[in-house]
């Protein structure tokens, strides 16, 4: 199994990559020696409990919001620090490290989606099915990883940093413009009258697109493996 990670290929094509990739190497070469991989491991979790916090608070004031950005530039440390100076350390444990970071990126991942449905501007139905879409897509790249020796860790561009800059955007949006921060409209699901505002169809449509990029990324991969394992005819006896 050790040797099947190993193996694996990180493809990651997302805009900020280059960038990103030399500052994590400056960050990793200056951590001081006492700091471990582990360490980084719990700091990003501390940043997902931040993020949750902050949404929850903004129900009392919407300037909470701040908390929730910091909680992702913490989230960002942790979590994209902790294999880099593993990787620059020379200190690598494929199998330990990939079971405890996929565990808490699962983890981090349910404090951050339910968070943001605990805020007043977006309904938790919109957050939940993001997040199960999202948690598809994580849990497609650990198969892949697998069976394709390959970490897809970019759709659109888009990979986990640029998520995190885009929350911290759409939360600077909501802070500034006060139309995204209420739910003046009803619409009628069944015999249940529900409340959204403008967030709540932007939030619909970033929902809708992380579905799309699901059911796609399915059919493709589907394609590869019927490839790679065609079916085999069955001889009746």
């Known amino acids: 199994m050790a040797e099947d990670l190993k193996k694996a290929v990180r493809i990651q094509t997302s805009l900020l990559n280059a960038a990103e990739k030399k500052t994590l190497v400056w960050l990793a070469e200056r951590q001081p020696a006492w700091i471990t991989s582990d360490h980084l491991t719990f700091i990003g979790f501390i940043g997902s409990i931040v993020i949750a916090l902050g949404y929850i608070l ?25 294999g880099t100076l593993a990787r620059v350390r020379n200190t690598q444990r ?8 996929h565990t808490m990126d699962a983890i981090n991942e349910v404090f951050m989606f339910i968070g943001v449905g605990l805020a007043p501007f977006c309904n938790m139905g919109i957050a939940l099915s993001a997040f199960i879409a999202y948690l598809l897509l994580t849990l497609n790249v650990s198969i892949d990883a697998h069976l394709k020796h390959e ?15 885009l929350m911290i955007l759409i939360n600077i949006l909501i802070i500034c413009i006060p139309a995204l921060q209420v739910t003046p409209y009803t619409a009628q699901l069944f015999d249940a009258t529900v409340n959204y505002g403008i967030f709540d169809c932007i939030a619909l449509t970033i929902t809708a697109l992380l579905w799309v ?10 394609r590869d493996y019927a490839r790679i394992d065609p079916p085999k005819k069955w001889n009746k006896k």
């Open 58 to 82: 903004s129900n009392l004031n919407i300037n909470w919001l701040w908390l929730s950005c910091l909680g992702f530039l913490i989230n960002w440390y942790g979590d994209s620090l902790d």
């Open 94 to 101: 494929p199998i330990y490290g990939y079971y405890l970071d």
């Open 151 to 165: 970490f897809k860790l970019t759709y659109l561009k888009m990979g986990p940093t640029e998520f995190r800059i």
């Open 213 to 222: 990029i699901y059911l796609c990324t399915l059919i493709v991969d589907l």
